[in-house]
């Protein structure tokens, strides 16, 4: 398996514009989680789902943010419209909740570096 | 409410020396508990976790960490520090969410480790 796969790696936008960050699970795993990560806040969950239903989407800052699943395999976050302070590093996690040799790890990508101007 | 702690923001070690980096639970029930490793431009990796079993937990790149119960803490180790071991280091809780049934991590917020040659 590659993983989990983030795309674009980078992305620099301009104030006001939307934002679309791209996440594909691990197969197999049933948990998806949203994070968002600076300097100054840290590790923040944003946002996890389950089966595909969000399940905690406490930590999503404001109605800007929002987040998909579709399917098993893919995941969306969307900041509409963006703002200098959306400013960040945005990883995906998967992890199974299913007895097994990895069972409950999280597995992260890459990371989407973030840059709003 | 299931949290860690993570008392150090940074640690320097000299390498070939032991390192510790610390990490205190508060959860109700027993603890899952996590470490991993995030290098600079690079998602989080899964080190090693506790479930049950054997106090003192072994995993990659010669880590081990020690459950102690009475203390509440989960104490990553690592005998022989090399250079390469230079990152940030976050330990994890596992909260299970009674109303949905299903679990998110906690995470603490990180203890930068600095391996001096």
Redesign the interface.
């Known amino acids: 398996d590659a993983g989990v796969i983030q795309s674009p790696r980078h992305e620099v936008t301009e104030m006001g514009q939307e934002v679309t960050l791209r996440c594909k699970p691990i197969s197999g795993h049933d948990y998806l989680f949203w994070y968002r990560q600076t300097m100054m806040r840290g590790l923040e969950l944003l946002i996890y789902f389950n089966n595909n239903v969000p399940i905690d989407d406490s930590g999503m800052p404001e109605d800007r943010f929002s987040a998909k699943m579709p399917n098993a395999s893919f995941s969306t976050l969307k900041i509409q419209p963006s703002e200098p302070r959306d400013s960040a590093v945005y990883f995906c996690a998967s992890s199974s909740g299913l007895a097994g040799v990895s069972y409950n790890e999280q597995f992260f990508g890459p990371g989407t570096r973030l840059t709003v101007l | 409410a299931q949290s860690v702690a993570q008392p150090e923001d940074q640690v320097n070690v000299a390498e070939g020396n032991p390192l510790t980096v610390k990490c205190t639970y508060s959860v109700s029930g027993n603890p899952?508990l996590?470490w991993?490793v995030q290098y600079p431009n690079?998602?989080?990796?899964?080190l090693l976790?506790y479930?049950t079993g054997d106090n003192l937990v072994k995993g990659s790149y010669g880590f081990e960490a020690e459950f102690n119960k009475s203390q509440t803490s989960f104490h990553l180790k690592k005998p022989s520090a090399l250079v390469s071991d230079s990152a940030l280091y976050?330990c994890?809780v596992?909260d299970m969410?009674a109303t949905?049934g299903?679990?998110?991590?906690i995470?603490g917020?990180?203890t930068r480790l600095k391996v001096l040659a």
Do not use: D, H, N, P
């Not at chain 2, 690079?42 to 899964?46: A, D, I, P």
């Not at chain 2, 299903?102 to 991590?105: G, I, L, M, R």
């Open positions: 899952y996590f991993y690079r998602g989080l990796q899964f976790k479930i976050f994890a596992r969410v949905s299903t679990y998110k991590y995470f917020t990180g």
